[in-house]
DNA sequence: TATTGTTATACTCTATAACTATA
DNA sequence: TATAGTTATAGAGTATAACAATA
């Protein structure tokens, strides 16, 4: 007899969860240490080169009227600085100052040393579950929030 | 050869975040469906049974100073009651209404509809998966945040 | 003294809508 | 017309500190 598939789903998100909200908790406090709030620290951590404004409120999944105030928040920090595109003037590109790049650097380091200690698993068992995972992150997309259907 | 683990380290915690980000964005638009803001929703499925307020902050994980605003909300909406506790006067168990418990039977069937979805793997898959990430869930509640000893 | 729950306060996050300046 | 970014506004989440009632 095979198990429930319901009950192992329930398991299965259940630890999915838990999971990302250890990640999170360790991104947070890591954030903290460093003077910044998690959006912040979310904005920070995804800025690897130059990029425009508007990426990032894609990057971070929220409106781009939250963008101005997040980087308000790093540029007061003295982190990041707003230069102008002199392509197209609307647009602004995010560049990281070098205290920016430097607390970037400690955000990332933090966080990669805790999911190393977290994902503790011999080799095997790492690259298994990295490629079950990565199965059903990359299906997942496809899939719409709220209503089950492909 | 073996693959370099602190890449097969990053990807897990990048597929680990984009799966629970699926799962969260999911259960913020249900709960979104049926009119309540995230927290007021988390709380309400995580009320199984009545409980002191206390009990809700040690579940959510925030500080009990929220709990009394959250509640507010869900006694507002009419899907919770604040029931003094006879024993000990201080305690306030928070009990479903008939309402509640509709709206929390709903809530929870739409999270797990999308999980069944979500987890769309060969049997055997899905409980290879179940293992491993139970294994990382349960070691990881000893890891000290922020620090990444044990 | 310690604990439960509340209030007051402040900061942050988020979405909507209206606006500007460009394209 | 459409897009990038801003402003104003409002609702929501969160932590801290001080407090009342009770243990």
Redesign the pocket.
Known sequence: MSEDVDLVVADLADSAFRVAGLLRANFHATAAELGL????AMALANLSAPA???ELADW?K??????????D?LERRGLVK?RPDPE?????HLVLTEEGERKRALLRKGSHAHAVTLFDLPEKDLLRLRDLLKRVADAGVGIDVASGCK
Chains 1, 2 share one sequence.
């Open positions: 709030p998690p959006a912040q425009p404004m508007r971070l929220c409106d781009a009227s939250n963008v101005t105030g997040i980087v928040g707003r197209d003037r609307r647009v602004k």
